[in-house]
């Protein structure tokens, strides 16, 4: 009869071992698998008791779920066995395949472990197949249905029928243990998944608010900001731009999408352009508006990327810093400005000067000895001079009038001899008789007097040229490029053009001129400069007589 009823017993555990599979996919979550696991085995497999203990992130096995009786699953569920202990006992006992049999004659050791446990007292086996209530049956369940990566251990007790599994049972278990541990990957990945997709889903509504926030504070920003391509052939393009820029420049958005700050920039700001960092790089330049004007900006630049491996582009923030550099330019003129007249000051004078001077002087042509060496052989040193190197092979001196000198040298021309040299003269005008006008008139007439000679003195010279009041009564004039005739010549106009009487106040004043010629000579300063005229200007005062001089 027993050999006739085997094939009903393989019959109906293969229904409920296929009913407790089926049961595993219907679980919708980690936990709820896990405790389908247990419930599985004790409504499916024929076990009283049923136990999940799942692997921890630590290494630990957590008892994660429990079937079959609720005062041990209160009492050891969510309680931690050590991995050192689940070794032990996956180690010892009987191997059934896959499982792991340890009878009550050799677990007492495993009494005292941290494996938490649940057993009943009971009765010694009357016969040798009988289930203690101290034996344990373990089913490991791995990763990838085998192999060394645990993912947790099935514990079952109290077989129904009383008795240990036979060989159809112990394959039920563990095929069921192998299916469990596909289920709970599954759970876990789809947790993971679903971890993901919440992850997701906040990062791109975090993304979306932020890039939300960007735009209004970009759209409503009261400065102007612009984004721009970076790198390519399009380097610079405006790609976008707010309202605040487009007021700005007097620019529509449409419009200002066809061109780049190189295309806007003033001309001689080019250059500040270029030079400016993409990276945190600060400008202050002029922009140009619709109308054809130029506009000071202040331009901040930073570098922003589309995504994490996508193109970056170039912020540039604009501010409008036309009062500033106004009131700038203002005060800078104020400072090299005669306030009276609008000519340049003493203090401007002298760096105008010094700028077209150097320490050096000036040798116009070749020494005695230079002439002599080219005369009589001795060439190649004159052409090493005139080369840049020497017979040696090492650099000649870049000295005054050498290859390397870039500078360009202020040469006085010869006063007793016209050669048709020319140089930068500096004219040193006093005026005669302009003291007893503000005497016998006031200070108000006379100061204009200064104000008119000014004029009439700047009317009289090339744009390129400098007309300066040194102080008081005394005015100088830089003009580059003239010989020595050239010179007399500037003074007798310029002393013509201040004779003609000048009007304050319907009262008719004349004031006369008297001036020194000075050369400016690189190896002087500019005192020494503006001494020598001084000194020559009094020489010519003296030597014209009082009726010449004569104002009022």
């Known amino acids: 009869m027993e050999a006739e009823s085997e094939p009903y017993v393989r019959l109906?555990?293969?229904?409920?071992?296929?009913?407790?599979?089926?049961?595993?996919?219907?679980?919708?979550?980690?936990?709820?698998?896990?405790?389908?696991?247990?419930?599985?085995?004790?409504?499916?497999?024929?076990?009283?008791?049923?136990?999940?203990?799942?692997?921890?992130?630590?290494?630990?096995l957590v008892v994660a779920a429990f079937a079959g009786n609720s005062a041990a699953e209160s009492l050891i569920t969510g309680r931690a066995g050590s991995r050192a202990s689940w070794d032990r006992r996956l180690a010892m006992g009987e191997c059934w395949d896959e499982l792991r049999f340890i009878p009550h004659t050799d677990g007492w050791i495993l009494l005292d472990d941290d494996v938490p446990q649940w057993h009943t007292e009971g009765p010694?086996?009357?016969?040798?197949?009988?289930?203690?209530?101290?034996?344990?049956?373990?089913?490991?369940?791995?990763?990838?249905?085998?192999?060394?990566?645990?993912?947790?251990?099935?514990s079952v007790d109290r077989p129904r029928n009383g008795r240990r599994p036979g060989a159809w049972g112990r394959e039920a278990l563990q095929m069921y243990a192998s299916q469990a541990a596909i289920a709970i990957s599954n759970a876990r990945l789809r947790a993971n998944m679903q971890r993901a997709l919440v992850r997701l889903e906040r990062e791109q509504q975090a993304l979306r608010a932020s890039e939300e926030s960007f735009r209004q504070a970009f759209e409503y920003a009261p400065s102007g900001m612009a984004i721009a391509e970076m790198g390519g052939d399009q380097h610079g393009r405006l790609l976008r731009t707010n309202d605040a820029l487009?007021?700005?420049?007097?620019?529509?958005?449409?419009?200002?999408?066809?061109?780049?700050?190189?295309?806007?920039?003033?001309?001689?700001?080019?250059?500040?352009?270029?030079?400016?960092?993409?990276?945190?790089?600060?400008?202050?330049?002029?922009?140009?508006?619709?109308?054809?004007?130029?506009?000071?900006?202040s331009l901040r630049n930073s570098v922003v990327a589309d995504t994490a491996d996508g193109p970056r582009f170039l912020l540039t923030h604009v501010e409008d810093i036309e009062e500033r550099k106004r009131h700038e330019l203002h005060l800078a003129h104020r400072a090299s400005h005669d306030a009276l007249t609008g000519l340049p000051n003493s203090a401007e004078l002298r760096a105008r000067l010094s700028a077209r001077l150097c320490e050096?002087?000036?040798?116009?042509?070749?020494?005695?000895?230079?002439?002599?060496?080219?005369?009589?052989?001795?060439?190649?040193?004159?052409?090493?001079?005139?080369?840049?190197?020497?017979?040696?092979?090492?650099?000649?001196?870049?000295?005054?009038?050498?290859?390397?000198?870039?500078?360009?040298?202020a040469v006085a021309p010869d006063d007793e001899s016209d050669d048709g040299a020319k140089g930068l003269a500096v004219l040193f005008c006093d005026l005669d008789g302009f003291k007893s006008i503000n005497d016998r008139f006031g200070h108000h007439t006379g100061d204009a007097v200064l104000i008119e000679v000014a004029r009439r003195l700047t009317t009289c010279v090339r744009d390129g040229d400098t007309v300066a009041r040194?102080?008081?009564?005394?005015?100088?004039?830089?003009?580059?490029?003239?010989?020595?005739?050239?010179?007399?010549?500037?003074?007798?106009?310029?002393?013509?053009?201040?004779?003609?009487?000048?009007?304050?106040?319907?009262?008719?004043?004349?004031?006369?001129?008297?001036?020194?010629i000075g050369w400016a000579g690189c190896g002087m300063t500019a005192e020494e400069v503006l001494r020598s005229a001084d000194q020559r200007m009094y020489v010519e005062k003296r030597s014209r007589s009082k009726v010449h001089r004569r104002a009022g």
Do not use: K
């Open 360 to 409: 050096r002087p000036y040798a116009a042509t070749t020494t005695a000895v230079e002439a002599l060496d080219a005369a009589y052989g001795d060439v190649e040193d004159a052409e090493s001079r005139v080369h840049g190197f020497r017979a040696d092979g090492f650099e000649a001196d870049a000295g005054a009038g050498g290859l390397y000198d870039h500078h360009v040298h």
């Open 124 to 154: 010694e086996p009357r016969f040798e197949d009988e289930w203690h209530p101290q034996d344990r049956l373990y089913a490991p369940m791995y990763a990838s249905g085998g192999g060394c990566d645990l993912l947790g251990v099935i």
């Open 470 to 516: 040194l102080g008081g009564d005394e005015f100088v004039v830089l003009a580059d490029g003239l010989g020595a005739a050239d010179a007399a010549d500037l003074a007798v106009r310029l002393r013509n053009a201040i004779i003609p009487p000048i009007r304050v106040d319907g009262r008719a004043v004349r004031v006369g001129a008297s001036f020194g």
């Open 246 to 297: 487009c007021r700005l420049l007097g620019r529509p958005a449409s419009v200002l999408r066809r061109y780049s700050f190189a295309d806007l920039v003033h001309p001689e700001d080019v250059g500040t352009l270029l030079r400016t960092s993409a990276e945190g790089g600060r400008a202050e330049l002029r922009l140009g508006r619709r109308d054809g004007s130029y506009l000071w900006v």
């Open 12 to 60: 109906a555990t293969m229904r409920q071992l296929h009913q407790a599979v089926a049961d595993l996919n219907t679980a919708r979550s980690l936990a709820d698998t896990l405790q389908t696991v247990a419930d599985g085995i004790v409504a499916g497999l024929g076990y009283e008791l049923a136990c999940v203990n799942l692997v921890r992130p630590d290494g630990d």
